[in-house]
């Protein structure tokens, strides 16, 4: 894409009303919007990279049997209340409104109970089983502060997964493979070295839930590490039987802050007791179907992946999730032909490139190429007799290519 | 895919509370599943026709220049007041809920407002001009009734459309090629033939606004149609000088029941200008930046599709939107063996397919077939000495092939 085509703007200064460095970086580069606390837009570069990240949850979700599908936002009272859900006092993040005909409504924070009491639909028999469903899912919650950008927003997007198993053992045979999924998702967005499987407390079901913490030194959470054995403990349930298990001694922990990532728990059969939803056995016996619901915050992740891998100079986007992979800066008038020959060379090969073709100082594209982020950077200048200069955003490496061996360093 | 990895099930009964023939068939069909009237879920066949349509769209837009965003669903009141379009009188399908701190907030039904409000960041001057954005939102809506299943929701999605350009001439400009677009949008959807370009009334700043309209006996507008022309004039607007405009007499012209799938509005500068939304033109001077809006339905017209194209054993789906293009249909477990090898073969040169591989009746296989509305139907069964049945769902029309041939004729 042409940057002058681009109508967001980059901005120096930092946004007054920001305290979170990956809001501030965000709204610098363009790629966010503020709309209100905790509410964002997307804007073409952010989009771009919240894009990213769902096709690779999404190829990851598929791998293990996921199958896509998108819930409402609006959600009956009547539905929630049967799992005692629907009060503030129980629930304080709902919003709620009526319909024209006084009913009341709530907006979707969660979506367990609708996709649970949907599968009643589709659910009936141990041959119906297992079901495992995912979407992406505009998530409504009235967060009494939103100060943490677009780490906990009052409007975020999530990937949530539920599972419907015949019994624990089939539920926890893809549990498992849930875990592996996230470890690669987690990897594959640039957070693989940073990130841990965490334990964390369970709930009513089972002793221990899983999380995924990312260190990070802003994070919320304080979580124990042992990179050794490559898992952690959530500060939470230190006190509990989980060292022994886990075969650690407090002593040999690392104590770091920490941003939780990923989450997924086991409701054994209550959640769909309380629904009514049961399935028939080989036997023609009547039984609650397991439950498992597996998330990740997508807006949250790309909010981490910006606080976990940006410098004091801008964002570092992974590879992988960078709105283009590479960031072409024409330097004077005199080179744009040359700059546009080496964008077209790139959009042959199908490489994503970006190329700043505005009318503006080589300081201020230098500035915004560091901020926005891309990770390799090509300058046509005038100096070294023509060839390019190619810059990691992450290493700072610098080389010069001519336009054939950068093509070919691309591929 | 195999059905029988998928988790919904076929219904042969009418679902009691819908008296659209669009949510009966797609609900039967397992496409999408109800919340509330008005409100409906999309399930993973729905959701593949949703994003194949969401992508049509999307290149068409990416071809006129839009650069795509994502706004958000929570709405400031504040905002909504500066153009007079908060208070229930004034706009009657609101949902409106409380923050915390007792600030009111909207649920977007539209986006006008907040899209030219952030453009103040991002406008200021000629050279920025002109914009075009847009974005596939979940528009929340509070209507008082919500009978036409997918084709008029309380919860919808919707792309729309924004541009902001100098002036009126520009303005004119872009907003013929948009009309062009949706000319190759409903042309590629399948409805090309019963869609027509249709003179309705302007709101408040032009004399016409244009709405695109598909003839459908259970459409909600009356339209008045000339064939011949391609142009149609909705009733609401047959009294005026459009007749002599168009150079059209009533009496040349049919009227038909329609629905409409998009919409065309010229605001010119009094959106801008209420909201604060200049630039400097040439010469220094400060003017407001002219608005056209430009929407299309997404799941209304994946309904209108289903409506139109239908017949009385079930949908018809358009290749281009069909969840899957082949059916295949496998009749026994000895032929097991053959349909796997026609889904491999399918699936190796990329043609998207269904295999149908259940243990359950011919006829119920056939009845699922018709009523899913897969374009190609491949039967594989023991007659016509190993040669495949292929059927084409809209036609009818049958012949018997090879798996080659098959291969060779799809390619």
């Known amino acids: ?95 709620k409104s009526s319909l024209k005909s006084g009913a009341e409504v709530g907006f979707g924070w969660s979506h367990e109970e609708p996709i649970t009491e949907m599968m009643k639909n589709f659910i009936g028999s141990y041959k119906d089983l297992p079901v495992y469903v995912y979407q992406f899912q505009t998530k409504l919650r009235n967060e009494l502060r939103a100060k943490s950008g677009i780490m906990r927003g009052r409007e975020f997007v999530m990937k949530d997964m539920y599972s419907y198993t015949t019994d624990e053992e089939s539920h926890k045979k893809f549990y498992d493979s849930v875990v592996e999924a996230y470890h690669r ?16 407390s369970g709930g ?29 403990i959530n500060k939470e349930v230190l006190q509990g039987g989980v060292l022994e298990k886990l075969g650690l001694k407090k002593s040999d922990l690392e104590e770091v802050a920490a941003s939780e990532v990923g989450n997924i728990f086991s409701f054994g059969g209550a959640k769909s007791e309380a629904l009514g939803l049961f399935f028939k056995d080989e036997s023609g016996k009547s039984l609650p179907v397991t439950l498992g619901s597996y998330g990740i915050g997508i807006t949250r992740l790309m909010g981490v992946v910006v606080e976990a891998l940006s410098d004091e100079k801008g964002i570092v986007w992974p590879e992988s999730i960078a709105p283009f992979r ?71 490496e610098e080389k010069l290519e001519t336009v054939e061996s950068l093509v070919h360093s691309l591929k």
């Open 1 to 95: 894409m042409r940057q002058s085509e681009l109508f967001t703007k980059t901005r120096r200064e930092t946004p007054k009303d920001e305290v979170s460095k990956n809001a501030e970086l965000l709204i610098r580069g363009g790629f966010i919007h503020k709309e209100m606390a905790g509410v964002y837009a997307y804007l073409p570069l952010g989009l771009r990279v919240l894009e990213k990240i769902k096709n690779i949850v999404r190829e990851e979700m598929n791998k293990i049997g996921g199958e896509e599908i998108i819930m409402t936002t609006l959600q009956r009272k009547e539905l929630w209340e049967v799992t005692d859900r629907w009060s503030d006092e129980k629930v304080d993040v709902w919003f």
């Open 185 to 200: 998702i987690f990897e594959r967005v640039g957070l693989g070295e940073k990130t841990f499987l965490t334990y964390a």
């Open 204 to 232: 009513a079901f089972t002793d221990f839930s899983h999380e995924f913490q990312t260190v990070l030194p802003t994070g919320e959470d304080t979580i124990y590490l042992s990179r050794e054995k490559k898992v952690a």
């Open 326 to 396: 590479v960031h072409i800066l024409s330097l004077g008038e005199k080179l744009k032909a040359k700059a546009q020959e080496v964008y077209n060379k790139l959009n042959e090969v199908g490489i994503e490139a970006l190329y700043d073709d505005r009318d503006i100082s080589a300081g201020e594209k230098f500035n915004d190429a560091d901020l926005l982020g891309l990770p390799v950077r090509v300058v046509v200048g005038e100096k070294h007799e023509g060839k390019l200069e190619v810059k990691n955003r992450k290493t700072g």
